[in-house]
């Protein structure tokens, strides 16, 4: 997801270098009394309005003329980018909830941390549809015409329902079913989470039909609970990175809504 809202192509990049002169211009101007006045004391928002003007020196007429027109909209509906605002403010406070702790280092606690993250996600991104859906024949540039029409686009009822589905199923209750090769050495490799398909009652008290192979760990095995949580993590690894580069995606597109 893109919020073409500073430039028709691209987004709008917080961290753009700052010619070597940029010091000395502010003093000169004392451009830091109109960025201070622009942020109302936000400093995140001084931020944004330092680097989008000093980086307005290398736009051209046609991105002048865009962000002219997205202003107009911004000017004719004060509600609802406030409330666009306050949305994706939201969505960043949120990402600041809970307590990562030790468990950030392991794909079991970075899998568990990332759905929180989503499901918390998902009626902020639910805001954000049914704003688009309730203003888009209010606004006239094509800034906004783009960004509603991808959160319409984007974020539809399919899309939340694969979600809920993708998360209910990695919430991992009932243990994983993961598959691995024997590589060098006979040492395992290439772990795969595998989807655990449900049984019915009559599966579950029923022996199985074909052979299945167990192994029971004693409780008082320590180094044989530390090996099985080795591989735990080694087979739910990717499926943890996907989520949490997808909760990373959400977050980066609720900062550039901000700017």
Same mark, same amino acid.
């Given at each position: 997801?893109?919020?073409?809202?500073?430039?028709?192509?691209?987004?709008?990049?917080?961290?753009?270098?700052?010619?070597?002169?940029?010091?000395?211009?502010?003093?000169?101007?004392?451009?830091?009394?109109?960025?201070?006045?622009?942020?109302?004391?936000?400093?995140?928002?001084?931020?944004?309005? %330092?680097?989008?003007?000093?980086? +307005?020196?290398?736009?051209?007429?046609?991105? #002048?003329?865009?962000?002219?027109? #997205?202003?107009?909209?911004?000017?004719?509906?004060?509600?609802?980018?406030?409330?666009?605002?306050?949305?994706?403010?939201?969505? #960043?406070?949120?990402?600041? %909830? +809970?307590?990562?702790?030790?468990?950030?280092?392991?794909?079991?606690?970075?899998?568990?941390?990332?759905? /929180?993250?989503?499901?918390?996600?998902?009626?902020?991104?639910?805001?954000?549809?049914?704003?688009?859906?309730?203003?888009?024949?209010? *606004?006239? $540039?094509?800034?906004?015409?783009?960004? *509603?029409?991808?959160?319409?686009?984007?974020?539809?009822?399919?899309?939340?329902?694969?979600?809920?589905?993708?998360?209910?199923?990695?919430?991992?209750?009932? !243990?994983?079913? #993961?598959?691995?090769?024997? !590589?060098?050495?006979?040492?395992?490799?290439?772990?795969?989470?595998?989807?655990? /398909?449900?049984?019915?009652? &009559?599966?579950?008290?029923?022996?199985?039909?074909?052979?299945?192979?167990?192994?029971?760990?004693?409780?008082?095995?320590? $180094?044989?609970?530390?090996?099985?949580?080795?591989?735990?993590?080694?087979?739910?690894? &990717?499926?943890?990175?996907?989520?949490?580069? $997808?909760?990373?995606?959400?977050? $980066?597109?609720?900062?550039?809504?901000?700017?």
């Amino acid at each position: 997801m893109k919020a073409f809202l500073l430039y028709n192509d691209r987004d709008f990049d917080l961290k753009w270098k700052f010619p070597w002169n940029e010091p000395a211009l502010s003093q000169d101007l004392e451009l830091n009394t109109l960025f201070n006045a622009m942020a109302l004391g936000e400093p995140f928002l001084f931020e944004v309005a %330092k680097a989008a003007i000093v980086s +307005g020196l290398n736009n051209g007429v046609d991105t #002048i003329l865009y962000r002219q027109n #997205i202003l107009k909209d911004c000017l004719k509906h004060p509600s609802t980018i406030r409330d666009l605002y306050a949305t994706a403010l939201e969505g #960043i406070e949120t990402q600041k %909830k +809970g307590y990562w702790g030790l468990l950030a280092k392991y794909p079991a606690g970075i899998l568990s941390r990332s759905i /929180e993250l989503l499901r918390m996600h998902i009626p902020i991104l639910t805001k954000l549809r049914r704003v688009a859906e309730a203003q888009t024949c209010e *606004f006239e $540039s094509d800034g906004f015409s783009v960004l *509603f029409a991808m959160l319409k686009r984007e974020l539809s009822d399919e899309y939340f329902a694969e979600m809920q589905d993708h998360l209910q199923q990695l919430k991992i209750r009932h !243990g994983v079913l #993961i598959s691995a090769e024997l !590589g060098k050495g006979n040492k395992g490799t290439d772990y795969v989470l595998r989807k655990m /398909e449900k049984q019915n009652w &009559l599966e579950r008290i029923l022996p199985p039909t074909v052979p299945v192979y167990s192994y029971h760990l004693h409780p008082r095995d320590e $180094s044989g609970a530390k090996a099985l949580s080795e591989l735990n993590d080694r087979g739910i690894n &990717l499926a943890a990175n996907a989520l949490g580069q $997808s909760t990373d995606h959400i977050l $980066s597109f609720f900062q550039m809504l901000l700017h």
